[in-house]
């Protein structure tokens, strides 16, 4: 017998006992399902959540905060357009799209004018 025979009987199974019914079709499919639930819950959900909170961060992101990006660059926000943010940072500014601020590290508290 080749590789390739053996590989295709183990394959294939035990065969049925006379007069023995073969299982039925979903109990092959219930340890399928099982890995997907248990994927979802480690791997996608708490990348959606992480995703979530980067968003509400981003939208609550005003002048004055300190933020980091995700390249490393610490700096005071100036202005904050639609999509991009203006960083001040040691005596350069930058304009950086808001999606790379990896997190604020200081707030500034709400003033009222």
Known sequence: ????????????????????????????????V?????????LFRP??????QHAEMLKTLK?????????????LVETVK???VIVKSEGSKLEILK???AEITERTEARES
Do not use: H, N
């Not at 099982?34 to 480690?42: D, K, Q, S």
């Not at 990348?47 to 979530?52: F, I, L, S």
């Open 63 to 75: 002048r004055g905060d300190r933020v980091v990006t995700s390249g490393g660059v610490m700096g």
């Open 34 to 42: 099982l890995i997907g639930v248990v994927f979802y819950f480690i």
């Open 82 to 84: 639609d999509r991009t």
């Open 47 to 52: 990348q959606q959540k992480r995703t979530r």
């Open 1 to 32: 017998m080749t590789i390739y025979t053996c590989c295709t009987v183990l394959a294939l199974g035990a065969p049925a006992q006379p007069g023995q019914e073969p299982p039925p079709v979903w109990t092959s499919l219930v340890p399928l």
């Open 99 to 101: 999606s790379a601020v």
